[in-house]
């Protein structure tokens, strides 16, 4: 019965992917159904690990360097990258999001006691800040296997079926514990928060400073195909690229327009990436007896304010404290 009915809501979902090329996409239903549409990105987001990234990564000190180790890869956007085979399989560049919130995982990479502690704490922040449940894999068809290639960091866009894996060059990934819930807020469907279509209102893009050939990197998401969830632009994002991301000089790439949070700290969420991790994944629950789920955050330059519940002070302390 069960698999009759994943069957027939296959079929209904294929039968919707078609008549996305023939009619205009009801963007809002797909998104219902759960789909990402990165078609945006058309073939540039297929790829596959590529060596020379672990060559850079394997040279980068997080003690001198500026930016952070995700921000160096020749991936799609420094650290996107959908397996070539989807794209051979005729599949557009489409994903899911993962049911239930419940993501199944293998560590299949060598981490030392330091890199599988930083893994596990990255775990415990998405099950103590959102309802997402990542769970050692038994026999899940769909699951993330956490490996550390020698192919710099990255990671697919949301569920995109059958094993996927989420990439942990050590030891260059595998310094901040934001990295790893970087990575893995991709996996669950999640871009890059420069990149947000209304970007421009936020931060000043300095094209002078960017490296050749790496422009693409700061193109703008389609507002029609990308959802921020009604949570306003944030620079203290754990999805924000740092300001000097892809600078050829050391100078900034992007500049805030608005004092705020710094960008590309990879400490942990903001409260802005958790209300948008509750959101997408319609989480409604209770942390310490208050209601985190189900709200929306706005962002009026400088302060959160959530149009309801209230958090205790931890809550907050992970956004304003201890940085
Ligand atoms: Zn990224």
Same mark, same amino acid.
């Given at each position: ?7 027939t ?7 919707l ?19 990402i ?6 073939r540039?987001?297929?790829?596959e690990p ?11 000190? @997080?003690?001198?360097?500026?930016? =952070?180790?995700?921000?160096l ?29 419940? !993501? ?5 990479? &060598? ?9 596990? *704490? ?13 769970? @050692?894999r ?36 595998m310094? *901040? !514990?934001?990295? !790893? ?10 871009l890059?928060?420069?990149?947000r ?7 000043y893009?300095?094209w002078?400073n ?26 203290? &994002?754990v999805?924000?690229?740092s ?17 705020? @949070? ?7 969420? &903001?409260?802005?990436?958790?209300? *948008? ?14 209601? +985190? ?9 400088g302060?959160?304010? +959530?149009?309801?519940?209230?958090? @205790?002070?931890?809550? =907050?302390?992970?956004y304003?404290?201890?940085r």
């Amino acid at each position: 019965m069960e698999k009759l009915l994943l069957a027939t809501t296959l079929l209904c979902t294929l039968h919707l992917l078609s008549l996305v090329q023939a009619h205009p996409v009801d963007e809002t239903l797909l998104r219902k159904l759960g789909f990402i549409d990165l078609t945006q990105y058309g073939r540039t987001i297929f790829g596959e690990p590529d060596n020379s990234t672990g060559e850079i990564l394997a040279k980068y000190n @997080p003690e001198v360097d500026a930016g =952070n180790p995700e921000e160096l890869g020749s991936y799609l956007e420094g650290d996107i990258l959908m397996p070539l085979g989807q794209a051979r399989n005729g599949l557009s560049a489409t994903s899911a999001r993962w049911a239930g919130g419940v !993501v199944p995982y293998e560590i299949r990479g &060598s981490f030392d006691a330091f890199q599988m502690n930083l893994i596990e *704490k990255a775990l415990n922040e998405y099950h103590t800040r959102t309802c997402i449940r990542f769970v @050692p894999r038994s026999n899940q068809q769909d699951y993330i296997s956490i490996v550390n290639g020698n192919t710099g960091c990255w990671s697919s866009v949301g569920r995109i079926g059958g094993r996927q894996e989420v990439n942990f060059q050590t030891p260059g990934c595998m310094v *901040k !514990v934001g990295t !790893v819930v970087h990575e893995l807020m991709h996996a669950l469907g999640f871009l890059h928060e420069q990149n947000r279509s209304e970007r421009d209102g936020y931060v000043y893009v300095n094209w002078n400073n960017i490296k050749a050939g790496t422009e693409n990197n700061f193109e703008k998401a389609s507002s029609q195909t990308t959802d921020a969830f009604g949570v306003g632009y944030d620079y203290g &994002s754990v999805m924000h690229y740092s300001a000097n991301a892809f600078s050829k000089n050391g100078q900034p790439t992007l500049v805030a327009k608005y004092s705020g @949070p710094r960008m590309g700290q990879r400490d942990g969420f &903001s409260g802005g990436d958790i209300a *948008k991790i509750n959101q997408m994944y319609s989480c409604q629950r209770t942390y310490n007896g208050y209601t +985190y789920g189900g709200y929306s955050a706005h962002y009026p330059y400088g302060r959160y304010t +959530y149009s309801y519940g209230s958090y @205790p002070s931890a809550y =907050n302390n992970i956004y304003y404290g201890r940085r």
